[in-house]
């Protein structure tokens, strides 16, 4: 049954991330949730058992390799396989690109991409072997319009289209399929803390003319995931109020 296969979740502690946890334990789902924040881990475990259900919540540094490879592997084992997969872990470094260093770049890449690019490698494994997955991997607008001052996010945003593109051509005819979400502008903390003056010069440049919310971005990722969703993949599907196309 599609509610027996495990869910995994990077940077599920907070923001877009635990909306998807959340999202997906609603719809019955076993969910494991991996975050570097143990604190937020924590608040994420109460929040799910006051509504009574349960999620896996393991903390982990996923630019580890072997500390990640380590946590799927237990998992992976413990449960019969990863069935779904949802790369959402993510951080930013922006700068203009005269003004940042191989740090500032590196960084991000290793988080947002190469992170992604280990977990799904991973994953796999179970997925081809139970000829069922879903990779949902968390682009952005920015990879797809790239974003000034953000040039080293851009890249890993857009290598991420890049490599799910390229994972469901090879994967596609083990019933797996891959897909990206790319979000514009989500009402999150980073994008509360933003001045007035930038949320609404943005707000101009989107259609709908308002930030969308951490939902949306999970009923989208629920709906991938989904046995409805396997004729889907290798898209990106934009939740941004229309300002990408």
């Known amino acids: 049954m599609a509610d027996k296969r495990l869910a995994v979740v990077t940077g599920a502690a907070r923001g877009i991330g635990r909306a998807i946890v959340l999202e997906l334990i609603e719809q019955g789902r076993l969910v494991a949730g991996l975050d570097i924040n143990a604190e937020q881990l924590g608040e994420l475990d109460k929040v799910v058992a006051e509504a009574g259900r349960t999620v896996v919540t393991r903390c982990v540094d996923i630019t580890k390799s072997d500390e990640l490879a380590n946590v799927l592997e237990a998992l992976a084992c413990e449960h019969g396989g ?44 179970s997925m081809v072997r139970n000829k069922f997955g879903r990779i949902i991997n968390m682009s952005s607008v920015a990879g797809v319009m790239g974003q000034a001052g953000s040039s080293n996010y851009a890249a ?3 290598g991420l289209i890049g490599m ?7 994967v596609g005819k083990k019933n797996v399929t891959a897909n990206c979400i790319a979000p514009g502008f989500i ?17 101009q440049i989107i259609p709908v003319r308002r930030f969308g919310q951490v939902e949306d971005v999970a009923k989208a990722a629920a709906f991938l995931a989904s046995d409805q969703a396997g004729y889907i993949t290798g898209q990106v599907l934009c939740v941004d109020g229309g300002m990408a196309m």
């Open 187 to 203: 009402m999150t903390e980073m994008t509360a803390a933003l001045p007035d003056t930038v949320k609404d010069a943005a707000k």
């Open 82 to 125: 990863i069935g779904i997969l949802v790369n959402n872990a993510g951080i930013t470094r922006d700068k203009l690109m005269m003004q940042m260093n191989s740090e500032d770049f590196d960084s991000v890449i290793n988080v947002n991409l190469r992170a992604a690019f280990m977990a799904t490698t991973f994953a796999l494994r």
């Open 156 to 158: 890993s945003k857009a």
């Open 164 to 170: 799910t593109k390229s994972v469901a051509r090879e």
